[in-house]
């Protein structure tokens, strides 16, 4: 389905404007970010991502070199990018149908709608981007699910939620772009005791010493600050947020990116990940930590 089938648009709650001038630069990246590489994956089944794939590629689907190459190309690259969502949720832990779920940094909102589907409970998600929380929004209300999928613009540093009020909290690719103590400090008061944290997210590998050429290029591609391993874990248990699995991802999410550098939806930054991905300076990384 295509985004200009959209007619009705539902209010977004805007929150008070970002807090810093830098998360003013974010919001305005984010207004204003329409790449085909993530709208078109998005059109293939109306869950729009912004963040990579994970998993193997199925050669059978890509088919030959015909004409339709491409189109497939591009189903594929989704299937992957969703399939990273699906471990996200995985590391969930056990989600009743009348808990809270808080996606900080939602985006387009894919991952929200994922997990409405998957445990049909309310959904709760915050950007920085005005045109993206209206997007989530209409969305879940052409999916019928508006009342349990909502997107707020607002700061995840300062969320709107009560301390406790949620049963589990998520960053997707989000978290490389706010100082990690504020950020698992927030994320500790809206968990409940025994709630569950979990992220996604590229980090610096302090095994490789410093971050390489390859990931100052993907910060200054995107405008973020990407941390270090051990500064998540360092920040995590400091924040009463004790990790109980940590995957790393690297070795999953390279054949994403090697097909997605032969498509026609390349941006430019897919040599830096690859580069840095191999040379084990960037570490693609899924981390669960218990709220205690
Ligand atoms: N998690 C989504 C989007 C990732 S893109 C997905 O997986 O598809 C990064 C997102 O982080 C954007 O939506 C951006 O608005 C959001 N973001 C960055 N800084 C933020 C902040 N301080 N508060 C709220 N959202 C923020």
């Known amino acids: 389905m295509s985004v200009d089938d959209m007619t009705t648009v539902p209010d977004t709650v805007t929150m008070p404007a970002p807090a810093t ?5 974010i919001a305005r990246y984010w207004d204003g970010e329409a790449r085909p590489v993530n709208l078109r994956l998005g059109d293939v089944d109306g869950l729009y991502h912004h963040h990579y794939g994970i998993g193997e590629v199925d050669h059978s689907a890509l088919g030959g070199d015909g004409p339709d190459r491409e189109k497939r190309l591009i189903t594929e690259l989704h299937r992957l990018e969703s399939a990273q969502t ?3 949720l995985d590391h969930l832990g056990t989600v009743q149908r009348d808990d ?9 909102g894919g991952s929200m709608v994922m997990a409405h589907q998957r445990f049909g409970c309310d959904v709760e998600g915050v950007t920085l981007s005005v045109k993206q ?4 929004n209409r969305r879940a209300h052409e999916l019928g699910i508006e009342k349990s999928v909502q997107a ?4 995840m540093l300062s969320m709107p939620f009560t301390t406790g009020q949620a049963t589990a909290s998520w960053n997707n690719e989000s978290s490389m772009y706010v100082d990690l103590h504020d950020l698992f400090a927030e994320h500790a008061r809206i968990l409940a005791v025994g709630g569950r944290y979990v992220t996604i997210t590229g980090c610096w590998n302090p095994v490789y010493g410093q971050p390489s050429k390859w990931v100052s290029q993907i910060n200054a591609h995107f405008e973020c600050n990407i941390h270090s391993r051990r500064e998540y874990m360092r920040s995590l248990i400091d ?3 004790v990790p109980q699995a940590v995957v790393d991802l690297t070795e999953a999410t390279l054949p994403y990116w090697e097909l997605r550098a032969t498509s026609s939806l390349t941006t430019g930054i897919e040599d830096a990940f690859i580069n840095s991905y191999r040379d084990g300076s960037f ?3 899924l981390i669960a930590a218990d709220r205690v």
């Open 21 to 25: 001038p830098y998360q003013g630069d």
């Open 86 to 88: 699906d471990v996200l």
């Open 100 to 108: 809270l779920l808080v996606d900080a940094g939602c985006g387009r």
């Open 133 to 136: 929380a209206d997007f989530a």
């Open 152 to 155: 707020r613009v607002c700061n």
């Open 239 to 241: 924040n009463r947020l």
């Open 283 to 285: 570490q693609y990384l």
